[in-house]
């Protein structure tokens, strides 16, 4: 009995080791299978990963130009910059110049201004020393006729002779005194 179970063991089939039919079938079906994939998906798989990679140089090549667009954007910003920067340095530098002139043109007005002021006011004072002057002459002059006739008792106020003396010492009056003043500023 147990040779017989041995032998019908033997004859049992090993689970591990599939039969030949299986082993053709399935080499069949895998090279069938191998053949559309082979045929059909890989050209698919390799036109979609053609077309990826374009698409990603497309978007390098475009990024890459975007890129120097920004740099020649830059450098374009960055010599507009320097421009307006010497363009402000110019017109503050005119703007300075045109103050200048205007300052020294203002002074040169205000020094002519002041020049005319004065030279008016000196005219004006030596006509009112003129003008006192003349006037002192004929109060001093009347006084000095009204003083001699009172001494005389006689009246000397039509007397031509008598203004013509008056006026006489007046004038030697003024020059003893400006020889006096020549004399005190040598000392």
Do not use: C
Not at 43 to 63: H, Q, S, Y
Not at 87 to 94: N, P, V
Not at 133 to 162: N, P, W, Y
């Amino acid at each position: 009995m147990q040779t017989a179970l041995i032998i019908a063991a033997e004859e049992t089939h090993n689970p591990l080791i599939p039969p030949v039919y299986d082993i053709v079938w399935s080499a069949v079906a895998f090279v069938i299978i191998f053949i559309v994939m082979w045929r059909v998906v890989t050209p698919r798989i390799t036109k979609m990963l053609d077309e990826r990679t374009e698409a990603i140089e497309g978007g390098i090549k475009k990024a890459e130009a975007a890129q120097q667009q920004a740099a020649a954007a830059l450098d374009e910003y960055n010599k507009q910059l320097a421009d307006a920067r010497a363009e402000a340095s110019r017109i503050r530098e005119q703007a300075r110049a045109d103050a200048t002139a205007i300052g020294n043109e203002v002074r040169e007005q205000a020094t002519a201004d002041a020049a005319r002021i004065t030279a008016n006011a000196q005219a004006q004072i030596e006509a009112e020393r003129q003008s006192a002057l003349q006037s002192l002459r004929t109060e001093v002059g009347t006084l000095a006729l009204d003083l001699a006739s009172g001494v005389i008792g006689e009246s000397l106020r039509d007397d031509a002779k008598a203004t013509a003396v008056v006026d006489r010492f007046l004038a030697d009056l003024e020059s003893s005194k400006g020889a006096q003043t020549a004399a005190g500023t040598e000392h």
